[in-house]
């Protein structure tokens, strides 16, 4: 039975005028960019206040100690996410990516305004840090089959010729996210002492999860799911009907490209970790910069990078993804190192200025990584074909990414040791995409 959209207007002939389709181009790009912006302020939240968690969950210790067990729980919510790749990347493939989404914001809400309520190590001891693995482990399946889900849905409503501006609402999206957090993080450090803020200012942005997720799943809820989605069913069923498991045929027949897309999205998991989320943890212990300055810093340059994810979007449709992620890891390869030396004993101003350029950097890459992701799977694979690549990439080296970074400055003594995870990333991503090429303004593949 064919799936009848009902979300488009329809001429005489039959077909959708073209008002209609730019009506629910919009509608998808607004489904995308809210749910998105919902799961990743949630997910985003934990980073941002891993300085206090550390201290609330876990034992006295030194501040390094504490500060790495909480990136280690951090790290640890990174395991599960190849595992809902594939998950979600089968009810995405087989039921609809709009089923996918549904459910993952739904559980993302709930586990995050779980946090919201939990007891803390004074209370229950080591129940606490238990409770919260648990729950981040929750958190790590819900976010492995939204960023993935999210670019499919949009990569297959857009114009072949306009796919990278679409599919970029979905950093953007992430962006924004982490963007509503920093101020409100920075708020609350603003208005509230410590005190205050280990006692119970901590969880206020979790309690805001439950109501952001139903608005975020209402939006998603009343959109028909996407036209090469239900081109795909009618085709099959007008065949024979019999429909492969999506993860058999993806391993079976795009080994390649899967290990490809997951060496390219290396670069994508260490910077944005590291210089969006770990940032301001980063500025304020090792470079001695106060709390609330180090999230003014990270808030005013993630506003710029939602500018800059934009423009490359737009870049990419006109000169390839290729050469716009070559060009970033280019940069990243050549700049880094540089970057993170001027940090040291700088002003706020060359701060936020060094911080604007990792994210122009960083927009280079992540505005193209998406639709570069999408386009190098067929249609029956898409979905599970990004969110196992992008997850697995995700688990190794994002998730990973600030422990690494604080344990690699703990044992060295180099405050520069972050800089080399960077670089690293990059090289890899650079060899992924000469290697593999996409389908940039072409139909996508079926």
């Not at 949630?42 to 968690?53: E, F, H, K, P, T």
């Not at 520069?416 to 139909?443: E, H």
């Amino acid at each position: 039975m064919s799936l009848p959209n009902q979300s488009l207007v329809y001429g005489k002939a039959g077909r959708p005028t073209a008002s209609g389709e730019r009506s629910t181009l919009r509608r998808a790009a607004t489904a995308s960019f809210m749910g998105n912006f919902v799961e990743w302020f949630d997910y985003a939240s934990y980073g941002y206040l891993a300085a206090i968690i550390a201290v609330v969950f876990f034992p006295a210790t030194d501040k390094t100690s504490g500060l790495l067990a909480a990136f280690a729980v951090f790290a640890i919510s990174f395991i599960v996410r190849p595992i809902g790749g594939i998950i979600w990347g089968h009810i995405g493939d087989r039921h609809g990516r709009r089923s996918a989404l549904s459910l993952s914001i739904l559980i993302m809400s709930g586990a995050t305004f779980c946090i919201a309520l939990l007891p803390t190590y004074e209370q229950v001891g080591m129940l606490a840090p238990a409770l919260l693995l648990l729950i981040r482990l929750v958190q790590g399946f819900s976010a492995s089959g939204e960023y993935a889900g999210a670019t499919a849905f949009l990569a297959e409503y857009a114009p072949d010729r306009k796919r990278g501006f679409y599919t970029c609402l979905v950093p953007a999206s992430t962006a924004a996210g982490l963007l509503f957090g920093s101020l409100l993080v920075t708020v609350l450090y603003r208005v509230l002492d410590e005190q205050q803020l280990h006692d119970w200012g901590w969880r206020l942005p979790f309690l805001l999860a439950a109501p952001l997720g139903l608005i975020g799943r209402y939006i998603r809820l009343h959109l028909e799911d996407t036209p090469r989605f239900r081109e795909m069913v009618d085709s099959l069923e007008q065949q024979d009907g019999h429909r492969p498991i999506p993860v058999r045929e993806l391993f079976a027949q795009h080994s390649g490209r899967v290990l490809a897309a997951i060496s390219a999205t290396s670069l994508n998991a260490v910077a944005f970790y590291l210089i969006l989320s770990y940032m301001p943890t980063y500025l304020s212990t090792e470079m001695g910069m106060s709390e609330t300055d180090s999230f003014l810093a990270s808030t005013v340059s993630l506003a710029t990078y939602i500018g800059f994810i934009f423009l490359m979007g737009v870049l990419s449709d006109r000169y390839g993804r290729r050469a716009m992620l070559v060009l970033a890891s280019l940069a990243f390869i050549s700049l880094t190192f540089p970057l993170f030396a001027l940090l040291q004993g700088q002003a706020f101003l060359v701060i936020l200025l060094i911080q604007i350029a990792f994210g122009l950097m960083l927009a280079m890459n992540d505005g193209t990584l998406p639709c570069y992701l999408a386009e190098i799977f067929p249609t029956r694979v898409r979905y599970s074909g990004f969110a196992f690549s992008f997850n697995t990439a995700q688990a190794l080296f994002g998730g990973t990414a600030p422990f690494v970074a604080t344990w690699l400055i703990s044992l060295t003594g180099d405050k520069m040791a972050p800089s080399w995870l960077l670089i690293g990333s990059a090289v890899l991503a650079l060899i992924a995409v000469l290697v593999v090429r996409g389908r940039c303004g072409q139909r996508l593949e079926d």
